[in-house]
């Protein structure tokens, strides 16, 4: 039992997941609690504002610049980033945001490493 525990403590992969939350997370843990507390003081406007703002910002990050950023270095287009993503997320959870792009990236690169070597071979048969 103790073994088991300390290999979830130190399982590189746990420890990355739990890493790769806090971006995403942490503006959420400040803003989303402050504007419920605005709206509970009774400053309503300024709670819904909050939490309106809250969801701009996150959501504009996550689906707007970060598939930018990741297929400018990758060099594939925002749509195929965007799905790639949440194809990633869907099946391994928070690190398929990584994982998922990488999947996609490299069979795009085998493919085109394929079709350069070997399609000469496959057109003369």
Same mark, same amino acid.
């Given at each position: 039992?103790?073994?088991?525990?300390?290999?979830?403590? !130190?399982?590189?992969?746990?420890?990355?997941?739990?890493?790769?939350?806090?971006?995403?997370?942490?503006?959420?843990?400040?803003?989303?609690?402050?504007?419920?507390?605005?709206?509970?003081?009774?400053?309503?406007?300024?709670?819904?504002?909050?939490?309106?703002?809250?969801?701009?910002?996150?959501?504009?990050? *996550?689906?707007?610049?970060?598939?930018?950023?990741?297929?400018?270095?990758?060099?594939?287009? !925002?749509?195929?980033?965007?799905?790639?993503?949440?194809?990633?997320?869907?099946?391994?959870?928070?690190?398929?945001?990584?994982?998922?792009?990488?999947?996609?990236?490299?069979?795009? !690169?085998?493919? *085109?490493?394929?079709?350069?070597?070997?399609?000469?071979?496959?057109?003369?048969?």
């Amino acid at each position: 039992m103790m073994s088991s525990l300390s290999y979830i403590y !130190t399982s590189p992969q746990i420890r990355n997941g739990t890493m790769a939350l806090p971006p995403i997370f942490s503006i959420g843990l400040v803003m989303v609690p402050a504007a419920i507390i605005l709206m509970v003081n009774d400053n309503v406007g300024q709670g819904v504002f909050l939490f309106i703002f809250y969801l701009v910002l996150s959501l504009s990050i *996550e689906y707007l610049f970060k598939p930018k950023l990741i297929g400018a270095q990758v060099k594939m287009h !925002t749509l195929l980033v965007f799905l790639s993503i949440i194809g990633g997320l869907n099946v391994y959870g928070i690190l398929g945001i990584i994982y998922g792009p990488l999947i996609v990236t490299a069979f795009l !690169t085998l493919s *085109e490493i394929y079709l350069k070597n070997y399609d000469a071979y496959i057109q003369k048969n």
